[in-house]
């Protein structure tokens, strides 16, 4: 049973699309976040939601809307999407926003614009 | 701004040979050090992680890590390698001002060759 799912894995589509990533976390944490690995595998963060509410806004462009309908589950949106955002988007969660700072990482989306 | 530094981008060695991989991060009050572990085609585990107590921390599959604070250091080891662990070694640091924010280092890819 996986703790941290993210749909699809796999994602290849066109410059000027909009597309969206889903992310849910078995585990009962209250906080998610998105990630970005580019091509040379070095990750960044870009949101984190604790209990639906947005904490962390890193600077990524309005492009990029992340939404939490509850706080098992954080989609990531992107709109027009551009070539620099090919890469994988690795969603993760942790127990609480103060603590551990352990995260728990899904197995990523891979996203190709053509 | 805070930073996470890993000194080789690429190791490769033979199995039983011993391992060590550097991590330095910039000073940013009190940390809490991770060492993550991505498979090839597989999602980010943890490997081990240090709070506090003990500065020789054990992780699971034979790894160990030291936290030297002196010289902002956290560098992993593991004695003899075997040829499944061959992947990519991510360390992280959680600055607790920062709150549950990994700031991660750029990766080291690790060949085993058998």
């Known amino acids: 049973d996986t703790a941290v799912s993210q749909t699809p894995k796999y994602l290849v589509t066109q410059m000027g699309n909009d597309k969206s990533i889903k992310c849910e976390q078995n585990?009962?944490?209250?906080?998610m976040y998105w990630y970005k690995q580019d091509s040379k595998k070095f990750l960044k963060i870009m949101f984190s939601?604790?209990?639906?509410?947005?904490?962390i806004n890193e600077t990524v462009p309005n492009r990029f809307s992340p939404k939490s309908p509850d706080k098992a589950h954080l989609n990531l949106h992107i709109n027009s999407l551009e070539l620099g955002d090919s890469a994988v988007y690795f969603c993760?969660?942790?127990?609480?926003?103060?603590?551990?700072?352990?995260?728990?990482f899904g197995e990523g989306s891979r996203l190709t614009v053509l | 701004a805070q930073s996470v530094s890993q000194h080789n981008h690429h190791v490769i060695l033979s199995e039983a040979a011993s391992l060590e991989l550097g991590c330095n991060y910039s000073y940013g009050g009190t940390v809490n050090l991770f060492w993550y572990v991505q498979y090839p085609g597989q999602h980010l585990q943890l490997l081990l992680k240090y709070f506090s107590g003990d500065p020789l921390v054990k992780g699971i599959k034979g790894f160990e890590a030291e936290f030297i604070k002196s010289k902002f250091s956290f560098n992993l080891r593991k004695p003899s390698v075997q040829w499944s662990d061959t992947a990519e070694y991510f360390c992280a640091v959680n600055y607790k001002a920062a709150g549950n924010k990994l700031t991660f280092g750029g990766g080291t890819r690790v060949l085993v060759k058998p």
């Open positions: 939601y604790n209990n639906k509410e947005l904490i």
């Open positions: 993760a969660s942790s127990q609480d926003w103060v603590n551990t700072g352990e995260l728990f």
């Open positions: 585990l009962g944490h209250d906080t």
